[in-house]
Structure formats: structure tokens, C-alpha cells
């Protein structure tokens, strides 16, 4: 098994930044990519980012691109998405997963995930 804890969501304004944090733990040697998505009311969970367990590679999902950067701490084994110029649009739950693929942007492909954190952003 291999537990995922999200942290870091609030509340910020439009054109604020975020960053959120990914606590990963237990059985991590099949782990090969760590994915946000986001989930928004009403509406289908959303690809963010994904970046490979080495930290060496990382996609980036259409709607936040250029203003996402996805990084991670081998030493803490804890992953960051550090989000820029937010928009109301970018108001979900975002969620960590983990996964044994590489970089996919299917969240079926993703096998453990968080509780999710909510971010809010007002316009």
C-alpha cells in the first residue's frame, strides 16, 4: 500500500498563488509517477500534472500549463504543485495519486490517492 496525503489548499484570490503539498508513504518502490487532478462541482476529475517518481520528468495538463510546475523532494518524499496567476476556473478539490504507469493523464491509471485538499480562488 502506499498512503498519499494532500495539503496546502485554501482560500486565495484571483491572480494569487498556491502551493500544494504531497506526503507520500509505505510501499513506494512500485510508485513510478506522482499525478494531480482536480475535481470541481458538477464536473469531471481533471488532469493537472503528473511527475515521475525520479523527479526527471514532468506533463502538464492543457488548462495549466504555463502557470503549474509540479516538483518533488526525494528526501522528504513529497511532491509539490505550485500553482500561479489562479483563476476562478482553477476552484476543485485537488487530488495526489500515485501510480506504477508513466505520466499518464487517465486518472484510471493512477492506484492510490488522497483525501484531497480544496482550493478556492475569489474573483
Known amino acids: 500500500q502506499v498512503q498519499v496525503v494532500e495539503s496546502g489548499g485554501g482560500l486565495v484570490q484571483a491572480g494569487g498563488s498556491l502551493r500544494l503539498s504531497c506526503a507520500v508513504s509505505g510501499r513506494t518502490f512500485s510508485t513510478h509517477s506522482m499525478g494531480w487532478f482536480r475535481q470541481a462541482p458538477g464536473k469531471e476529475r481533471e488532469f493537472v500534472g503528473a511527475i515521475t517518481w525520479s523527479g526527471g520528468s514532468t506533463y502538464y495538463g492543457d488548462s495549466v500549463k504555463g502557470r503549474a510546475t509540479i516538483s518533488r523532494d526525494n528526501a522528504k518524499n513529497t511532491v509539490y504543485l505550485q500553482m500561479n496567476s489562479l483563476k476562478a476556473e482553477d476552484t476543485a478539490v485537488y487530488y495526489c495519486?500515485?501510480?506504477?504507469?508513466?505520466?499518464?493523464?487517465?486518472?484510471?491509471?493512477?492506484?492510490?490517492w488522497g483525501q484531497g485538499t480544496q482550493v478556492t480562488v475569489s474573483s
Open positions: 495519486a500515485a501510480s506504477s504507469g508513466w505520466l499518464s493523464d487517465n486518472y484510471r491509471e493512477y492506484d492510490f
